[in-house]
Nanobody
């Protein structure tokens, strides 16, 4: 059993920054791929970024160059630094972990995700 809890969401103006954090607890596995997904109202949950245990990352084209994913395995923490935010980034952001793969690419598929956080709201005003 793995529990994930996100924090750091909020309201920012376009062009601003936010840093999201995710704390993992329970039966965590250090080599699990982890990542961030987001879901806007009326939309499907979509991939944002994933990372393996050693920091190798994979990003959605929509956030590449603006977002940075990282993890601290000793602290069991996952982060998402979001810069140059746009109104279209507005969504609930979910922390995620896969027990099935250590590959960031494979973990970008929701079907390979086993554990989800409750989500944190990010709102970007225009």
């Amino acid at each position: 059993q793995v529990q994930l809890a996100e924090s750091g969401g909020g309201l920012v103006q376009a062009g601003g920054s936010l840093r999201l954090s995710c704390t993992a607890s329970g039966r965590t596995v250090i080599n699990n791929a982890m990542g961030w997904f987001r879901q806007a109202p009326g939309m499907e949950r979509e991939f944002v970024a994933t990372v393996n245990w050693n920091g190798n990352a994979y990003y959605a084209d929509s956030v590449k160059g603006r977002f940075t994913i990282s993890r601290d395995n000793a602290k069991k923490m996952l982060y998402l630094q979001m810069d140059s935010l746009k109104p279209e980034d507005t969504a609930v952001y979910y922390c995620a972990s896969s027990s099935r793969t250590g590959s960031p690419l494979m973990a970008s598929r929701t079907s390979n995700i086993d554990y989800w956080g409750q989500g944190t709201q990010v709102t970007v005003s225009s």
